[in-house]
């Protein structure tokens, strides 16, 4: 078991990483919190209550009230925010309850946006149940939901009180969304720790074949990363935009093929390989380092298939989200283990990456 602290300007708290925390949620929640209050509520959805829920309830002399999301993005909407605030205020729920997102990184985004909101903000505590939201979405406080207008277009920076990852509900986890969720950690390892680069490429099998040591070994570290980073720079107006490598392109995938052919980490695995590309055409990588990480990026796939024209990702990676007055954000690797941000990315670089990119997608990988 790993304890990993985030301390920024407006929030100290532990993130917990190991196997079997399920079965004492209650006890390590009384630790932060105090004595748990009359109210808590539980935010998670039916599949994963189906599998986990018993266990969950375990610990508790009082069972949360449970409170169900459909799984899927199309149901991460202020309407559904909307339908647990009231839920919540007609089982009494008050400012002194306490919420919990048990799920993914959509039940956590929407529980935490909840529980920012609610009665002016609530305390919450995040349980996340999938690779992904255990490295990435449970950590660093970004809560939110989508718009017809685009992804995470409303939200809040609201961290939860503490964060508990059990590496044994993983267990359950569809191989396909666990391949997905470990992009962020090869992501985390590219930016800034090469020691991790080293384990992932060492260990493939034993972190494909979901054994405790090395899952735990992964998730730690890839928390780590993120901690550090968060600790260094809450609000994304410096350093935390490195985490965003293999984001500007990989969010022109996930809108290209409107959200319904990639998981974002599987985007994100192709965004890598564009950014690389970039990084070693201005030689901030070398050749070498280029074949190591993107043979990396495959050892952790397969990456789906991809049938797109390169103008239109071009111009879908124009209209990222995360680029202010038109410029396009680009984050490149340094070496291994580091990165930088720049923003004088020509549109011939970014077409050749894109070329080269859809190139290798367009070969049969899966
Ligand atoms: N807040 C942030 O900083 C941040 C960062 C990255 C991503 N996100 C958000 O996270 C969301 C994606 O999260 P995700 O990848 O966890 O997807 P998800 O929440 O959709 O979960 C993936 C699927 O796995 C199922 N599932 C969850 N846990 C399971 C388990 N233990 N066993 C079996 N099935 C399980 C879910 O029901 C769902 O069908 C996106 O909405 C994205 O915008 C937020
Ligand atoms: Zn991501």
């Given at each position: 078991?790993?304890?990993?602290?985030?301390?920024?300007?407006?929030?100290?708290y532990?993130?917990?990483a190991?196997?079997?925390?399920i079965?004492?949620?209650?006890p390590r929640m009384?630790?932060?919190?105090?004595?748990?209050?009359?109210?808590?509520?539980?935010?998670?959805?039916?599949?994963?209550?189906?599998l986990?829920?018993?266990?969950?309830?375990?610990?508790f002399?009082?069972?949360?009230?449970?409170?169900?999301l459909?799984?899927g993005?199309?149901?991460?909407t202020i309407?559904?925010?909307?339908?647990?605030?009231?839920?919540m205020a007609?089982?009494?729920g008050?400012?002194?309850?306490l919420l919990?997102a048990?799920?993914?990184g959509?039940?956590?985004?929407?529980g935490?946006?909840?529980a920012?909101i609610?009665?002016?903000g609530?305390?919450?505590?995040?349980?996340p149940?999938?690779?992904?939201?255990?490295v990435?979405?449970?950590?660093?406080g970004?809560t939110?939901?989508?718009?017809?207008?685009?992804?995470?277009l409303?939200?809040?920076?609201?961290h939860?009180?503490?964060?508990?990852?059990?590496?044994?509900?993983?267990?359950?986890?569809?191989?396909?969304?666990?391949r997905?969720?470990?992009m962020e950690?090869?992501?985390?390892?590219?930016?800034?720790d090469r020691?991790?680069?080293?384990?992932?490429e060492g260990h493939?099998?034993?972190?494909?074949?979901r054994?405790?040591?090395?899952?735990?070994k992964?998730?730690?570290?890839?928390?780590r990363?993120?901690?550090?980073?968060?600790?260094r720079?809450?609000?994304?107006?410096?350093l935390?935009m490195?985490?965003?490598f293999?984001?500007?392109?990989?969010h022109?995938?996930?809108?290209?093929?409107?959200?319904k052919?990639?998981?974002h980490?599987?985007?994100?695995?192709?965004?890598?390989?564009?950014?690389?590309?970039?990084?070693?055409e201005?030689?901030?990588?070398?050749?070498?380092?280029?074949?190591r990480l993107?043979?990396?990026?495959?050892?952790?796939g397969?990456?789906?298939?991809l049938k797109?024209?390169?103008p239109k990702?071009?111009?879908?990676t124009?209209?990222d989200?995360?680029?202010?007055?038109g410029?396009?954000?680009?984050v490149?690797?340094?070496?291994i283990?580091?990165?930088?941000?720049?923003?004088?990315v020509?549109?011939a670089?970014?077409e050749?990456a894109v070329?080269?990119?859809?190139?290798?997608a367009?070969?049969?990988?899966?």
């Amino acid at each position: 078991m790993q304890t990993i602290r985030v301390e920024t300007p407006s929030a100290k708290y532990d993130v917990v990483a190991g196997s079997g925390l399920i079965g004492s949620l209650a006890p390590r929640m009384e630790r932060v919190y105090g004595k748990l209050p009359r109210r808590v509520f539980v935010l998670t959805s039916a599949p994963i209550w189906g599998l986990w829920g018993q266990a969950f309830l375990n610990s508790f002399a009082a069972p949360p009230i449970a409170m169900f999301l459909p799984p899927g993005e199309e149901h991460k909407t202020i309407k559904n925010v909307e339908a647990l605030l009231r839920q919540m205020a007609q089982a009494g729920g008050d400012r002194g309850s306490l919420l919990i997102a048990f799920g993914g990184g959509i039940v956590g985004d929407v529980g935490g946006f909840a529980a920012s909101i609610f009665m002016r903000g609530i305390p919450y505590i995040q349980v996340p149940s999938t690779f992904l939201a255990q490295v990435d979405s449970s950590v660093g406080g970004k809560t939110g939901v989508n718009l017809p207008e685009g992804k995470n277009l409303v939200g809040s920076f609201y961290h939860p009180l503490a964060v508990f990852a059990d590496i044994e509900v993983l267990g359950t986890l569809p191989d396909r969304e666990l391949r997905a969720g470990l992009m962020e950690s090869v992501k985390a390892g590219i930016i800034r720790d090469r020691a991790l680069v080293r384990y992932m490429e060492g260990h493939t099998d034993e972190v494909l074949g979901r054994d405790p040591k090395s899952l735990e070994k992964v998730i730690a570290a890839s928390i780590r990363m993120k901690a550090d980073v968060v600790n260094r720079d809450e609000r994304e107006s410096g350093l935390r935009m490195i985490l965003n490598f293999g984001h500007t392109v990989g969010h022109a995938l996930e809108q290209a093929t409107q959200y319904k052919l990639l998981l974002h980490g599987e985007a994100v695995g192709w965004g890598m390989v564009a950014a690389l590309f970039v990084a070693r055409e201005r030689g901030t990588i070398s050749r070498a380092q280029f074949d190591r990480l993107e043979d990396l990026i495959h050892l952790y796939g397969p990456l789906p298939a991809l049938k797109l024209r390169v103008p239109k990702v071009v111009a879908a990676t124009s209209g990222d989200k995360k680029n202010v007055g038109g410029v396009t954000r680009f984050v490149l690797p340094v070496g291994i283990g580091d990165a930088g941000v720049v923003e004088d990315v020509s549109a011939a670089e970014l077409e050749a990456a894109v070329e080269y990119m859809l190139g290798r997608a367009g070969e049969k990988r899966s």
